[in-house]
């Protein structure tokens, strides 16, 4: 069966996501979409909160014909890092190294999202040719320079990786700008999982608006300085 998945999402359990994770999942709907993996930043926080909304199963099964993956995106000492299909704890700081094996013990897929935007902590190849990563964002819709998108695909391409396409959406409206299409055997987690080892997946490209980017932005910034001002009031107190 061929299943829309964004396999890359931000609600407001981000410093720098804005919107909640049910929100999330009523876009993706809205879109044509039936699969969403929420990769929280260090945090897998929103797919407890979804757990508690039954709005996500623990047995990887979908919630009234739509699948939540449980996921988080890794800000590894190398740089940010995709494990889609398991909860984790805050592992900000660990080694790319260690991640990578760290998910693969416990099942889980390797990603390495917009490995060449140097802007936003993307892993540098001196170091992803060292890692057994599963597969390799190849486009990402809210990437600063959209040549680090092409060298992406030519990495990808000379390592023979699996290569997916995704938002990287901070709001609910730019969810499924860009999300992949996989061919899996069993709407599951787990089926998900293994089609996209198994390079099962098409990619639909899109970049997001100018002012959705500039509102990524702008809440990035806003958010990071509202936490290093309270931070600082705590402090003095």
């Known amino acids: 069966m061929q299943l829309r998945a964004d396999l890359h999402c931000h609600s407001y359990f981000s410093a720098d996501g804005v919107s909640p994770p049910e929100e999330l999942i009523r876009a993706a709907r809205r879109k044509g979409l039936n699969v969403l993996a929420l990769t929280d930043h260090n945090s897998c926080a929103g797919i407890e909160y979804l757990e508690s909304k039954g709005l996500l199963r623990a047995d990887g099964a979908p919630v009234?014909?739509?699948?939540v993956i449980p996921a988080q995106e890794i800000s590894t000492r190398e740089g940010h890092l995709l494990a889609l299909g398991l909860r984790l704890p805050d592992l900000h700081g660990i080694s790319a190294a260690e991640a990578v094996s760290l998910i693969r013990s416990q099942g889980g897929l390797s990603i390495a999202p917009h490995p060449f935007d140097y802007f936003r902590a993307g892993i540098r190849s001196r170091t992803l040719d060292t890692l057994p990563i599963d597969a390799i964002e190849v486009f990402n819709a809210a990437a600063t320079l959209r040549r680090s998108n092409r060298q992406a695909l030519r990495y990808a391409k000379e390592r023979?990786?699996?290569m997916v396409a995704a938002s990287d959406a901070h709001e609910a409206d730019a969810i499924g700008t860009?999300?992949?299409?996989?061919d899996?055997?069993?709407?599951?987690?787990?089926g998900v999982?293994?089609?996209i080892r198994k390079g099962l997946v098409k990619r639909e490209e899109h970049y997001i608006k100018a002012q959705a980017a500039f509102r990524k932005t702008w809440n990035n910034v806003f958010r990071f300085r509202h936490h290093r001002v309270?931070?600082?009031?705590?402090k003095t107190e």
């Open 230 to 234: 309270s931070a600082s009031s705590t």
């Open 64 to 67: 009234d014909g739509f699948l």
């Open 184 to 190: 899996a055997e069993e709407f599951s987690v787990a």
């Open 193 to 195: 999982l293994a089609a």
């Open 160 to 162: 023979g990786l699996p």
């Open 178 to 182: 860009a999300y992949v299409i996989v």
